[in-house]
């Protein structure tokens, strides 16, 4: 017993002890308490029951009110799914509802703090040195592999998928990497069983051969649960992630900063299609990343384990054998293997070209049908296709040869070695393992009666045969997941790939965020590019004033851009309404581009309000815009119906703009306010007009851009809209090439004058200026017609000539033809 005493515990005998004790002394505080007040039978029942009901009650009571807060979510949910909106939070997060089977369920959506993006910009716009990356991106001059620039960009990016140690992604790794060990744990106990079953079987153990076949279905059982439970957990894996990086995302792309506007339209770091990087390369990179997790993630520790296990049975030599054999595999695979990372970035750009194709015909389709495009789009559209095809069978060829190799050497190669190094205890046993060897003098000892010795043989044959069958099945389980490690050399190739965009795309976006454009090393910046903005955009100005602002079209960074207007300066107060006209392409849209601040202020000053909307400036687009939604939506837009309720505003009020918009019979004509139509194709051009004017209505703005927004509208029609928008307090400014628009107007500023075409006249309509402007102008267009005829008469000398160098006769058609020219 002293010596027992003396031994050490280990934990979990500890909690035992600790928990007995704690036990015992409870047992005997209640024991005590019943001494001292002893309970009737009766009263004890009493009060058994009485704790009972209490306890049915409140969990009924609790149960009730979980049903009716669900029914009232229900029944909430599906209000707000029909009319497109959501709940709003003080914090900014957003609270939508989406079908789910016949039901909806709740989504709450937190955005992205600015600390984190300013947390990460570092990340993707400043990569260490060592990476190879330059300060900017995309990073182009990074071949997508396997290198240190993916190892950042990986890491880069598992900062947003797992963004803290205790977020719901970390838990589903533990449990996935859980079911993992598991499932290698699950295969070494199938190998031991495998052996005992075939040593049962060859020595005609027939009851220890049907237990172990009852175990082995039993532990079956439990392997195809942890299988599925590994696939399930990979996909939840994936679609946490894609959750993850879609939502920052989405936060960096439709911000205040307007990236969506930008990226394509200035930067162009990601070509001209963000969207085939948001839907296709986004998941295609969870997919590989998840996946990943368990074909790298598995094997190791399959390897790990096995050769463990092989050490023990085979010894050090064949152990040494298979780490020389797995170094040389990998290394010859490694060497041999084509740039998988790269052929995937260029399979996805590609992807995207083509794909965007199709979107630009689906966005166009009347236009297309209205020339009859049709053929023109269809060779487009196939020569898209024929690229993508050529590319993609490159790939495949390029795969084959790899794969017949990889196939040989993985499942071959490794298995013929597997047998070699399987039968060295058996040729070989002085080699084998000190618990093969072990056993023969044991076995030598015992040797004494001839039955003994036939015993004995039968019990070496029966062991080895185990021994065999469980190495051997070893060897396979470790051939598997070797093979399974080489081959994720190529998943992680194509992983690469895959980051390497999605790093790009993300990159990009917060070069557009942060405005972080800076020339490179030992270079200057192209005049006019967006390295090269020097002016300010002031927000806060109760009008809109530009000061010495040239006016320029922007080219995608690097490039700089073509200078339309020179230091163009003008200020416009409540109630100065402006007309900005000119010819086409002189920069009339422009102008309202820089104060909308689409286009940077390269040099000088803009100044404009501080928000857009009410209070702020409204911008009218030259293309009318018509959202996916209710017609509500239509009305109110940008405003979502949340922020139409935050507003007070009443659904009686959008009637009365639509009737002030002419529009008044549209929610009876298409069903009522929640009605959802493709709007785009149902109202007609001039309807889709004075939509936009309804707009302007009901956000009442203070100052107000129309770009050509009453074009098709017919005149006395946009002389009432005008009047109702003036009438409101709105302050116009219109940009059009209709002079009639001139009297709605108190300036006027004409753009693309001198010779040039890059200068400007601002002039306050009905003055002296304006009026000698305007006669100015009449008499350019008198000395114009005046030389009228003397035109015609040239050109009367001129079919004269022509007359006389060309014969026509009458061909038997009847129609006139032109024979060759007369003998001079
Ligand atoms: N996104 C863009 N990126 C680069 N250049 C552009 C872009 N949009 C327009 N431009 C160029 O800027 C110039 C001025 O365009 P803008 O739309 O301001 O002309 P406009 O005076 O409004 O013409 P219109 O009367 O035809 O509407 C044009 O030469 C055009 O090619």
Redesign the pocket.
Known sequence: MAAQSTLRRSPGDRFSHLFDHFLERLQARLDAYQRRNPLSKRTAQLLTTLALSLSIIASSYGGYRLYRRRKKEQRLGRQLLRRNSGLLSKDGSRTIFVPYKDQTTKVTIHPTKDTTFDAHRRLFLSPPKQTGMEIGVPPTNIKPGLNMAFIHQFGALMNIMIPRWRSKESGLLLTHAIFLLLRTYLSLVVARLDGEIVRDLVAGKGKAFLLGIARWLSIGAVSSYTNSTIKFLQSKISIAFRTRLTRYIHDLYLNKTQAYYKLH?LDGGVGHGADQFITQDLTLFCDSAASLYSSLGKPMVDLVTFNFQLYHSLGPLALSGLLVNYFATATLLRRLSPPFGKMKAVEGRKEGEFRSMHARLIANAEEVAFYGGGPTEHILLDEGFKELRKWMESIYRIKVGYNMLEDFVLKYSWSAFGYLVTSMPVFLPTLGSPSTSDQRPKIASTSATAVGVHQETTDRSGGRMKQFITNKRLMLNLADAGSRMMYSIKDLSELAGHTSRVYSLISTLHRVHADAYLPGRGTYSELFSLADVQGTLHKGFDGIRLENVPVV???LYPMGGEE?VDNLSFVVGPGDHLLIT?P???????VSRIVAGLWPTYRGLTSRPRSDGQHGVMFLP?RPYLSPGTLRDQVIYPHTEVDMQAAGRRETELQAILEQAKLGCIPEREGGWDTRKMWKDVLSGGEKQRMGIARLLYHEPRYAFID?GTSAVSSDVEGLLYETAKAKGITLIT?S?RASLKRYHSYTLT?GLGEDANEYEFLRVGTVSEKSSVERELAELRETLSHVEDWKKRRQEIDAELAKVWATKEDESGEETITEPLEP
């Open positions: 339209n079209a922007p080219s339309l000119g086409n392409g002189a920069g009339k849209s422009a030259q050509e940009i090439t753009l």
